[in-house]
């Protein structure tokens, strides 16, 4: 039987690096060990409760919110956040081009669940990209220039200007 001190010393995999986690709890989320433990502050804490996206990161390559996620339990898993994209990739290249962008907050969780989407489908059409979105809250945009956004993406990839 596992004592229950002996889960607060655990690995992630996170943006392809093994990192310690070093005095976690058993019940933490992934989004508080990601930006309390490990220092990756990109996925946003705001709602708790997977309502709005903000915390989106990539779990095995699937989108999931963090805050939902017990930390301990993806140990065996690899998590891509926002940081793990790397520099400036063409989706947000595109946000920032279109607008997309205005106070922030929710846009790493848009930048994840538009990259997770593009992923998958190399066109999709207006409603399959409104539809990867929509988990994903923005008080600030009206989410037009998001949905621009994520088309201007797929317009650059088909003419190979990625």
Do not use: W
């Amino acid at each position: 039987m596992t004592n229950i001190h002996d889960e607060r010393h655990f690995e992630l995999t996170v943006n392809g690096e093994r990192r310690q986690v070093v005095d976690g709890y058993p019940g933490e989320s992934l989004l508080t060990v990601l930006r309390d433990r490990l220092g990756l502050t990109g996925a946003k804490g705001a709602c708790e409760e997977g309502e709005c996206g903000s915390c989106s990161v990539l779990l095995d390559g699937n989108l999931v919110c963090s805050c939902l996620v017990l930390a301990a339990s993806a140990t065996q898993s690899s998590v891509v956040t926002i940081e793990g994209l790397g520099g400036s990739t063409d989706v947000q290249t595109a946000f920032v081009e279109c607008g997309a962008i205005q106070c922030g907050f929710c846009t790493p969780g848009l930048i994840m669940a538009a990259t997770n989407l593009l992923e998958r489908s190399t066109e999709p059409q207006t409603d399959e990209i409104r539809e990867a979105l929509a988990g994903n809250l923005c008080r600030c945009t009206g989410y037009g220039r998001i949905v621009e956004a994520v088309q201007t993406v797929v317009v650059q990839r088909s003419q190979g200007a990625s």
